[in-house]
């Protein structure tokens, strides 16, 4: 099980995190605190009236049969209050909502920047514990707050409007009822502190059973394999067990919580009983010490139960669940700050990659790169040297499946190469931080990303110095011009599911053109284009300044870089296109497919033209030795 290191787990951690949240909630929404105080006046009205109500209609029905209208009357007062009371619940909870559900936003942004974080910046493994955090433990949050600002404004209100109609209808009856309630508040009080460690370990229990889970099953092939059910059973068995246990030290505190209800809530009721008698020599009436009955048990008692479980359920759960995600967020800002504090960065997005001067060259070199999809599967990319000089245009072919995309993940350091190393501009990508590595390279997938924002945001998000001139650069560059006009502009609000594949890959084509990355990664980026787009697209990297790698999926691609890479199992072949169609057989049999029989080197699949450059009369050149950068012919 993990446990927090360096916290001191005493009260007042928890009893700081229910205030900070409350006060910093109520803060950031004061005109729905405010109507959610006005409203719970209104919804507490009834507690007002009952007590009064009840004595007068007590009174006029002893009083004999001439006074029954009056009893009624009184009655009748009484549900007109009730009436006004639920209009004012009603409206309550919609308040309500509105400064609750904030706090789950802000939680689940938190949390995912947090996990992101700790493995970008501080290389730790992934964090298995962020599901239940982002999941369970964030609705948790959302629940327990709700229930506690509802348990803390209806204590407030239920018992200021029960003391004050006490106060109006009998105050010496005052001096006997309000011991029981503070003795019931003390008793409470000392239950906080085993109430915050038992509800402290169900949650880390949780989070164990929830990280136990995920390792058994990602290798439940390899537990098979190995013959290791038992071991993994008695594994996940002793979280299981552990949290059983955590979860009934909860309920057992729950129980205790019941003793400072008895004692606050139940004892008045016969105090005032044996009172009556002392109430009733010193004048006051029948009616008045039904009254009084009245407001201990539907506002006194009501109000005191409502605080014990609210801020001893809900309260100790919220304070020991959020303490638990700040602990497990990333290092930095989040953490010193309080949930519902404006941090200086927005959660969730990171800092723009500073720009490079055009002239600081970028090129890539793969020593010996070996990568595998596990420890004992067969090595995707094998002892692979590769040169790419700064400005060059490769585009990488072979069979699906052969490790294209696995091969820009590597130069892209998204994947970690299980041997060898990747240089870019001399210095290998893992001494590059996640700060300065986005300004290095940029790698568009298959599956482009668009969020929701604005188009310019979306085109800026690389570059946040990018002006509106700039942007028009970019996107008539990649063709997107139309797009961007049918759209409605720079300013119009976008989103994934409004556009179609080929939109939002012409929008992270438009992004990464404004990057200030010199090295440019396109796995496929243009695969839901057609082929003139396509054709578009590419000729602008290759214009733009810098390396330009593009995994081909259309000869066309091919044909218009000034190298071509051949991945084919265990070996790997380099050169031009006319070099390729003489050496290399599974570049013969790619380039028939995709030109369905028709000659390789004439036209793309749009019908362009396409004359092949001098550089292209290069010799083949075999990757298993170091490649050398092959300079332009001028």
């Known amino acids: 099980m993990r446990r927090s290191q360096g916290r001191n787990p005493g009260r007042s951690r928890p009893a700081r995190l229910i205030t900070g949240v409350t006060v910093s909630c109520l803060r950031r929404h004061p005109r729905d605190a405010a109507w959610l105080a006005v409203w719970s006046v209104v919804e507490v009205a009834p507690v007002f009236a009952l007590g009064r109500a009840l004595s007068g209609a007590t009174n006029a029905f002893l009083a004999g049969p001439g006074h029954l209208a009056a009893g009624f009357g009184w009655l009748g007062l009484l549900v007109a209050a009730a009436a006004f009371g639920s209009a004012g619940a009603r409206l309550a909870c919609r308040r309500l909502a509105a400064l609750v559900e904030p706090l789950r936003d802000d939680l689940v942004r938190r949390i995912v920047t947090g996990a992101v974080r700790r493995c970008v910046d501080a290389g730790e493994p992934p964090d298995d514990g962020a599901c239940a955090r982002i999941s369970h433990q964030t609705e948790i949050v959302r629940d327990s707050f709700g229930g506690l600002l509802s348990a803390l404004r209806l204590f407030v209100f239920v018992a200021g409007g029960a003391l004050a109609g006490l106060a109006t209808l009998l105050p010496a009856a005052i001096p006997v009822t309000i011991g029981p309630p503070l003795i019931g ?119 005191l139960h409502t605080l014990v479980q609210g801020v001893g359920s809900s309260g100790v759960r919220m304070a020991i669940t959020l303490e638990r995600i700040l602990e497990a967020s990333a290092p930095g800002r989040e953490d010193r700050e309080g949930p519902g504090e404006e941090p200086g960065d927005e959660p969730g ?58 091969l820009a993940a590597l130069i892209a350091g998204t994947l970690t190469p299980g041997a060898g190393e990747v240089r870019l501009g001399g210095v290998p990508l893992d001494r590059l931080g996640p700060r300065e590595l986005p300004g290095r390279r940029v790698l568009i997938p298959q599956e482009a990303y668009v969020f929701d924002g604005t188009l310019g945001e979306n085109l800026a998000y690389l570059n946040q110095d990018a002006t509106t001139a700039d942007l028009d650069q970019a996107v008539g560059a990649v063709g997107m011009r139309d797009l ?47 082929p003139a787009a396509e054709a578009v697209a590419e000729r602008a990297f290759a214009e733009r300044p810098g390396t330009l790698v593009v995994i081909a999926h259309r000869m066309s691609s091919a044909l218009r870089a000034r190298r071509i890479l051949v991945l084919d199992g265990d070996r790997a072949d380099a050169g031009s296109h006319d070099a390729l169609l003489a050496d290399s057989a ?46 332009r012919e001028m």
């Open 185 to 303: 508040l003390a008793i409470f009080a000392l239950l906080v502190g085993p109430l915050v460690r038992r509800q402290r370990d169900y949650v880390l229990t949780e989070e164990a059973v929830a990280a136990g889970g995920t390792r058994i099953l990602t290798a439940l092939r390899d537990i098979t394999a190995c013959g290791g059910e038992e071991q993994a059973y008695a594994a996940v068995s002793r979280d299981v067990d552990a949290q059983a246990r955590a979860t009934r030290g909860v309920a057992r505190m729950a129980a205790a919580r019941s003793l400072a209800v008895a004692a606050g809530g139940l004892l008045p009721v016969p105090l005032v009983l044996a009172a009556s008698p002392w109430l009733l020599r010193g004048g006051a009436s029948a009616g008045q010490v039904v009254g009084t009955l009245a407001y201990l048990t539907g506002g006194l008692q009501p109000a």
């Open 349 to 406: 997005e990171t800092e723009a990659p500073r720009a490079r001067a055009p002239g600081v060259p970028d090129g890539v070199e793969l020593r010996g790169l070996t990568f595998g999809y596990g420890p004992g599967a067969i090595p995707v990319i094998r002892d692979l040297d590769l040169v790419i000089p700064d400005g060059d245009h490769l585009a990488v072919v072979g069979p699906s499946g052969v490790g294209k995309s696995t």
């Open 484 to 530: 961007a006009e049918r759209i409605g502009g720079y300013t119009a609000v976008v989103g994934p599911a409004v556009l179609s594949a080929g939109e939002r890959q012409l929008i992270a084509l438009a992004r990464a053109y404004l990057s200030p990355a010199r090295l440019v990664l396109l796995d496929e980026a243009t695969c839901h284009l057609d």
């Open 586 to 631: 599974l570049y013969r049999d790619l380039a028939g497919y995709w030109d369905q029989g028709r000659a390789g080197r004439g036209r793309d699949r749009a019908g362009q033209s396409q004359p092949a450059p001098s550089a292209l009369r290069m010799a083949s050149t075999r990757v298993r030795a170091p490649v050398l950068p092959i300079a």
